[in-house]
């Protein structure tokens, strides 16, 4: 036996060896082998073991303890042993719901999971036969965790709902609004109170409304809109025209409601797929109540604009009131009536002509002061019965369409300017233009391409308006208007006023789709806030990173879902012998570009990576460069689809065939 001093001293050198461990928290990464490493708040990376990782998830928070990995004869003398991952527990699993197909081995049913942020999570999860609920192999399925895997390695999942087949029609737009976290529907408790709501007497904001029902209120949409959200309405005035803007006022019937306004911050926006949508509101009963209905009685919110003979927007004024739309029409049909003067179904085609001499004045004014995005070929794709793409068509935008566009950008202006004025706190949206942090390259990329242009002040609205004036019309024959496009910010939510340099307004927002866009829904609880609302409630400022969250969702959902569809379609032409496209190169990077298909629209990757020939990136350039070819942005090339097993959801990928650009071609516009 031990005496006192020996087990004292064991001890002690337990106490020692106890307190030189280290415990720490961190993030389980995972990797297409079978290890993985823990990322601490600190950055480093602790290794786990495939052991480890067969009782963990990619994207697991938990905490380890650790320890010295063992020293490998290799190793160089004095080198420090690799650092190892000893788990203790588990803190989260964010992997509560997610999407998945089913997989089967003999008997025995499976999810392959699809998380988005989680490429590296390939197992497979099995699924109880109490829990299949219905699925077959190769089903879409949405599902979640019943059980971690941390306590044995065994995870088990269980199907919630079975989105469909490969074969089912919109799959597509199925499985990739489930995957973003996208619902059909609202909470039961939402539309609870919704419907609650939207079937009391009266409006909920207690304001006073004029009474407008005489103007002759038209809507100008796409022919199948349900969530109508705009009228336009005008008159001559002795220097110009008297624009009416009128906008639904669903916040009348629901503004007063703080949850309501969160539930759908948490939505962002009405979700629009091809052949498919999912409404931001989609309780059918409100969406006809605030809808700006023909030939119905209807609240809504009026921007009334006066504008000049040059386009000049000389006064506004805001209110609410009661309307009534004399017609609905469609894009077509106005179009129709403004290129080959066709009557429209309406008899107010006196308003049409008028509301087109107007927009006009008002998109030359913008051309002339403001900055205007260049036109852009459209494309429409035409689905068959499966909703697959039965064939594209390319189409320039139509002159009723940007008759109305002109209209909302004037009355959102005019709205920023009411809520700034009011010292209200928007929401604005802002764009600060070049970002801080590439100022020194943009003024580099300037002295090299446009020296005219470099001592222009890039922060203030007219020295960037000047500079994109000027790279729009510069005469070089690289296209330094694209090339620039990598300096600049993106757009944001503001709360307090900031110009909007894109379009070179000192303040902007919408407003004009309270139905459609949670944005436009809280500015408008600002606006009646303003006007003297004293029982609606303002959104929150927490509510603005919910919208910006349901954006990102969008934006991924509605990406995925094309990107699945067009390698759908692409698979057809390639069974077909159509496997070469002219192409346009519109973005370029040091692993290759991104081409858009001439014909078509249609955009995907060419990967320059694994090409036998070595490129050199030329970030001032913009372009790639081997010793025989080079690709420079705005390029055409002729380029090849080439299928892949990879995921669906990922953008195709091609080859180049052939380019017209030779290095010594492009010798005359090399770097200065």
Not at 411 to 436: C, Q, T, V, Y
Not at 599 to 621: A, C, I, M
Request: aromatic share 6%; net charge negative.
């Amino acid at each position: 036996m031990l005496d006192r001093d020996a087990l004292a001293q064991l001890q002690g050198l337990k106490n020692q060896i106890e307190a030189e461990k280290e415990y720490a928290e961190g993030t389980v990464k995972g990797t297409r082998s079978r290890f993985g490493f823990v990322v601490l708040d600190d950055r480093r990376e602790i290794f786990l073991t495939p052991d480890a990782m067969q009782h963990v998830l990619p994207g697991d928070r938990v905490a380890i303890c650790i320890k010295p990995g063992p020293t490998k004869p290799k190793d160089k003398k004095g080198a420090k042993p690799q650092l190892i991952a000893e788990l203790e527990r588990l803190v989260v699993s964010p992997h509560k719901r997610f999407v998945g197909q089913i997989m089967t081995k003999g008997k025995a049913v499976f999810v392959s999971p699809d998380i988005p942020d989680q490429p590296n999570l390939t197992r497979w999860l099995f699924v109880p036969p109490k829990s299949i609920n219905g699925a077959q192999a190769g089903d879409f399925v949405q599902c979640e965790i019943i059980k971690h895997p941390f306590k044995d390695g065994k995870p088990a999942v269980k199907v919630l709902r079975v989105i469909g087949s490969e074969s089912k029609p919109g799959i597509e737009n199925d499985y990739c609004a489930a995957r973003a976290g996208i619902d059909v529907s609202l909470s039961s408790s939402t539309e609870g109170r919704i419907e609650q709501c939207a079937s009391k007497q009266g409006f909920q904001d207690g304001l006073e409304r004029e009474d407008l029902r005489s103007l002759p209120f038209l809507t100008i949409d796409s022919a199948n809109t349900v969530d109508i959200d705009d009228a336009l309405s005008i008159a001559k005035t002795e220097g110009g025209w008297r624009l009416s803007v009128a906008i639904a006022d669903p916040t009348a019937l629901l503004g007063s409601d703080s949850d309501i306004t969160q539930a759908l911050a948490q939505r962002g926006t009405s979700h629009y797929f091809h052949g498919a949508a999912i409404p931001m509101i989609p309780y059918a009963p409100l969406q006809h109540q605030a809808s700006l209905v023909a030939g119905e009685e209807r609240t809504a919110v009026i921007f009334a604009l006066d504008v000049d003979q040059n386009g000049a927007v000389r006064g506004s004024a805001i209110s609410v009131a009661m309307i009534e739309v004399v017609a609905r029409l469609n894009y077509q049909e106005v179009e129709s009536y403004l290129r080959d003067e066709i009557a429209t179904s309406s008899s107010e085609d006196s308003q049409i002509t008028m509301l087109n001499e107007c927009a006009s004045a008002l998109r030359q004014h913008r051309v002339d002061t403001q900055l205007v995005m260049e036109a852009r070929t459209e494309y429409r794709w035409l689905l068959d019965a499966d909703k697959q793409i039965q064939a594209i068509e390319a189409r320039e935008k139509l002159q009723s369409q940007i008759m109305v566009e002109e209209c909302m950008v004037a009355a959102n202006a005019a709205i920023a300017n009411f809520l700034s004025d009011n010292e209200r706190p928007g929401p604005f949206i802002a764009h600060a233009g070049f970002r801080a942090d590439r100022l020194a390259e943009a003024k580099e990329f300037l002295n090299r391409y446009a020296p005219e242009l470099a001592e222009e002040p890039l922060q203030e609205l007219t020295g960037f308006r000047a500079v994109i004036g000027g790279l729009n019309s510069s005469e070089n024959p690289l296209p330094l208007r694209s090339m620039v496009n990598r300096f600049l910010s993106r757009a944001s939510f503001s709360v307090k006023p900031a110009p909007h340099m894109g379009m070179s307004l000192p303040l902007y927002t919408t407003a004009t789709s309270p139905l459609r866009k949670a944005l436009d829904y809280c500015v408008h609880l600002q606006i009646k806030a303003a006007l003297g609302s004293t029982t609606v409630a303002i959104a929150s400022a927490s509510v603005f990173d919910l919208i910006n969250q349901a954006m990102a969702k969008n934006r991924q959902a509605t990406s995925a879902a094309q990107h699945w569809l067009t390698k759908n379609y692409l698979n057809r032409l390639h069974e077909e012998s159509s496997q070469t496209f002219e192409a346009e190169i519109i973005h370029i990077s040091p692993s290759g570009f991104n081409v858009k298909l001439i014909e078509s629209g249609l955009e995907g990757v060419v990967d320059l990576r694994k090409n036998p020939e070595k490129f050199s990136f030329d970030k001032w350039k913009m372009a790639l460069k081997s010793q025989s070819r080079e690709f420079v942005l705005r390029d055409h090339v002729t380029v090849a689809y080439t299928p892949d097993d990879e995921s669906k959801l990922q953008a195709p990928g091609f080859t180049v065939i052939m380019t017209g650009v030779s290095t010594e071609a492009s010798s005359d516009t090399t770097t200065p």
